[in-house]
């Protein structure tokens, strides 16, 4: 079987090497169940360093929907609902998952997949001003996404401002680091693990995308901020019988600042595809510094193109266009950028 | 206590006369509850010959969002969501309702209240093109109101444009007619309720702004699309004990076309209303021939006004105008009419 | 039409004649919308000096089942449960209402339709000391009925006992008083609404069973217990949006002590009837000192007596009997229960 | 740090040795997501096989509180509700999952955690013979456990005598195998997957406490089942995005007859530890042929059993005495069994 060439997506393969040779070698040991392990305990203990936050909660999750869905409403009371831009995650791609738990999503328009700390405090100042406000979802908490899902990075002015504007009404910041690494791993990125533990009421550092076979740690840096933790997350389906398994992946992200580290290839990478891009007249799209590309191509472009490598649709620009996405990760070969590159000289 | 002058809704009074002459009368009568009392029979018989369709399904319920949320909760299967205008009493005014039982709202921009059948086309198109469509909330019903939200007016052209895009995709069209009387009355409707009971699924007639104390029937002309609906309607608390309450309601409304007639004051008197509005230089907002009157004013003008009359803010028009809302109902009187266009004439 | 004699529930009439004038003298006048009108306030006020709790908030809501489905959602987090009878009328007649909202209701056994004081601390110690209670539904509140649904009735001491477990775990302790003027009325009571204001953290004062068309007061003594209380009965579809229309039923209820003595005569007819069962050698069912008579017949009986007078089925008592049961109320006539007499020494 | 001797639970190691193998193997291969690779296929293939049953759709889920909440959430209508012995896991340990959906568990007193026909169909008959059961919770499917918690079996003909009743009432039989390959090896067993297939509308093969690092396989003989049944498990955040994880992992359960043979070993020495208890005088309780041994010990027995084994506490049997479990699994070692048989002799 010949390599197929693709930058479909940032999970293709499974897990860091590191990871799965320590799996592998745990295989066999025995550890009580549900995150009371010792690797859990271990991995927990990293997290809390590098976010210079040893008093914080951390909780392992396996999904990035099904964190969502579990943080949010454990912090959302019944009556509200969750700020978010228009492409968030929550608000396109989770098949309603927040309102399957009785939350509205409070859907932001945005350009490039970011809110502004003037459009949260616009909402918030709308609800709290209407005399009929109580006959509408209060807004109950905001939710962000670092890098968004546009690829585009919060700089740390502008999550200073949202925090301040959360702080103001007393309400959650909450923030989606799926691919967290690839902004930490960014040039452009000015926002680091501390001050994500300093500016949010909860965040979490994605690892499905970034290196992990599976598996998201939540960040409470308040320790009391959600009793009852675990029963929330048993009653979604969300408790792993063998926690071990994931405190043994982000026991090993953590360790020689591997997390850290993890993206930066998959940052090159992505830049040299840029360039490649831009050299060759293609036109980008979002601003997007860390390891997603977005390119507007025509339709027999697109077609071309999908002979020689995998990439993914984003969605229709206009009549002729189509926004195709591009994606590397930590796993991506040198050589298959190159052969890209290749590719989409050869127009 | 002298009058105040109030449009400042169309639920100020309770009972159109007759209604409350019956309640009176019929006081003391024993009968049997949740709805199998003759009055409320009688009641169904009288819809069903109104909508000139024998074999309707007709239940009674109490109040609108309630309604809303009960047919919809029984249209949609879990994943699905309901497509409604931005403007929607479901999008914005339930507090979460559709969202507390699970659906997610999706929302399309109107400018007067309206959805257009290409909008809806649209929105399913792109669903079921859309590769990922299994992680998206997949559109499982249509909700519009006639008379919208804005008080304009759906003709039956639109409406069976709708009704078209609705059947090609096997989905259900829902029509909230919390002011359905408000639309009958005007001039510029030419929908009947016999039109709704052919082109939609569901809707309702609402009683509760439309000469009930309180009350909205709705209609399901295929008998058979809600099995079980009794107990869907028990679990919402929405199942009234003394259910020829809402019975003998609607059967003084349908009897001698009081239903079809109620609202000709209400709309004669919004329609000298709106002239006077236009001979004095005010400007009208959205084209509303029902009892609903949007109107852009200034701050010093909302100031004015306010003192001598009772009516609604609206929203924001722009920094230094809003827009406010003045209803007539069946129960407005002649003279207050007469002296809210001499306020207004004092400009 | 000859008058059917009925003793299948209280509920076969509409409202009390006084509540009935004053619906009717009351028609025409305007007042705001969803309970801001002065009915409203002068209920409130009347009800808050019946309780002798002069902080308390009141709030009107349509029915029972609605009632309690919000007022539970409000008191509940999420992952908490409500501990029941399993004869409660949560656990067995609304439909799963309370698990519509995501709640279980942890149902325990018993004969009488009451729940002892050492039950509820033991279902509350057995949770809280299982090594495994996260895996488990927490234990968050109480639900009572006062009368229970088989009649019976809740001694002051029994009260205050299962006041002061609830008080010792920091739960709430919430009493469906759908029935409540029934025990307000009987001489085996000895808890007034003073003591239910002292001893609940919420509890509801029922009007559709007690004399009014419909609706129900729920009373929390601790105004401050659930914020943003309107915005959850709005999103649970139950807010009435000519709310004066309860406040105008509550305001003659608590006037001139009539909701207390409302149910006298209901409570001495019911007296009159299980005296003559007893003397005709039936068997009476439950030890019910209230409105509702409980009586297990042979299946030969059953059927003489229902060619004779409606009464309703309980349940099934063994393979040749039934129990029935036979309601009286506000409203019952002399005659009626004079009828039923001789039907029933008619053996 | 010796090793310590553990009978606590039947997931205390991760994955068997070949699954580990084979996942470090294929760790860096590319594959696309969702479970629409080529192990999730094969693994699919093998699944229809060992069932028999060539048309069934295979489905892969990470736990198995998550895929009964799913399947279920999947299977009921809003309005209807669960039946399960009071002993099932989702009536007890899932801290409310199912409710949390909108469903009653309607729960059914069983001595040994099996319910029978007979239960199942009188509790069918009790809903549709009462003649209010609109009020009441619909039982909308019945859940079973083979084994069950308490370790017991359903033989062939009490399966099929229940898959009867289920069908005589329209409504789907679901399985919960969590510990189904410990059924298949124990001598005691009757029904095999085959017969599962035949008699159900869907069960789980357990992968987390059989041989798996994770996972189950939802089996639905009949592929058309549930339309949209990737929506419904994204919905519930439990679509894992390298869902070649499951498919390799069941892919290798399936090969060479692995999952039909894994708990050999741990039904041996359960069945041999049971002697040893026996032998020396303990008292086992409900009669368990699977992997779970439940032994009623003193308290001064479990302190000293405490000391030298790890073992859980299933619930309080007595005043004086404690119902302990001990657990085999696949991974059970000879010489654990040994040691502990020994120490149980020192009695």
Redesign the interface.
Known sequence: MTH?L?F??D?????H?RI??K??E????????YGSDEFSASAKRRIREACQCPQAEVRFL?????????VI??LL???Q?VIAAQSGHIS??????I???????L?IPSEDGKLTAQQIEQTLADYWND??H?????PGMVYLSQPTELGTLYSKAELQAISQVCRSYSIPLYVDGARLAYALAAPANDVSLADLAQLCTAFYIGG??CGA??GEAVVLPNPDLIP?F???I?????????G??LGIQFDQLFQDNLYQEIACDAIRLADRIRSCLKANGYRLHFDAPTNQIFCIVSEEERARLAQKVAFS?WEKYDDSHTIIRLATSW?TREEDAEQLCQILAER
């Open positions: 197929t693709s479909a997506s999970y293709l393969e499974a897990a090497p799965m040779e799996l592998a745990t295989n066999m040991m025995q550890t009580s169940g396996v999904g990035g929907t099904q964190t969502n869905q579990v409403a454990a009371r019944s009556y609902g396109v791609h989770e098949a309603g998952a309102e399957f738990g009785g939350h509205k999503v859907e005399g009929n109580e006959h509408m979802v209060m499905t995308k076979m599976f009852h675990t029963s929330i048993k009653q979604h389906g969300a408790l792993l019988a063998k071990r398994i649709f796993a």
